[in-house]
């Protein structure tokens, strides 16, 4: 599919820099693994990488025997059975779907983020949405922080890929640290397809 005229919701305070290697990244990524559906979601302020596979929070169970007396507390949890990262809908400011024309799946177009208990957050689980799609999650406010994240899980079948960047500004913007892929990988990716630019 041609997912060129995918274009990613801006707000004025998304800096130039940090948008120009966003649209990249997704460009190629989309090009290269040809998804049937994608999401794209825009999170108030910056975000850091221990939001990948965040899963959110559940009860901690103790054994009331050997442990009497202790408090009723929540545990953060990061689940193999990779879920809908729980972040609060106050800091969703977009949430756009992408798909062919005349396909339907209604699974994928709901409300990725909404309020609902931790407890419901922690059954969230991502390939429900769809068996090919990409949901990719971008920061805002990167003028101000100087600093912007993007996340990314890929969905195939039962299995979902997920990783985590953050581009910062140091004179130029440029990826600065990333978990679930490697760096050069990225830079790598976005150095493809400044000179795939340049030869047209």
């Known amino acids: ?114 309020y609902q208990r931790s407890t419901d957050n922690l059954k969230n689980q991502v390939r429900e949405r769809s068996d090919n799609g990409i949901c990719f999650w971008i920061s805002t406010n990167s003028v101000t922080n100087r600093q912007g994240s993007l996340m990314t899980y890929r969905i195939t079948g039962e299995q979902v890929e997920t990783w985590y960047a953050s581009i910062e500004e140091h004179g130029l913007w440029k990826i600065s640290q990333t978990k679930g892929i490697s760096k050069n990988q990225l830079q790598l990716l976005t150095t493809e397809l400044n000179e795939q630019f340049k030869s047209n």
Do not use: C
């Open 1 to 114: 599919m041609d997912w060129k005229p995918l274009k990613i919701k801006y707000f004025k305070d998304d800096a130039e820099g940090f948008k120009e290697i966003i649209d990249h990244l997704t460009f190629k990524l989309l090009e290269l693994h040809n998804p049937d559906e994608v999401a794209v979601i825009r999170i108030k302020n910056w975000f850091d990488h221990k939001w990948l596979n965040y899963s959110g929070q559940g009860p901690q169970k103790y054994d009331l025997i050997t442990e009497p007396g202790i408090p009723f507390v929540l545990k953060t949890f990061w689940r193999n059975e990779i879920t809908v990262p729980p972040f609060n809908p106050n800091r969703v400011l977009s949430e756009t779907f992408y798909k062919p024309d005349g396909q339907h799946n209604s699974k994928f177009i709901e409300p990725v983020h909404v």
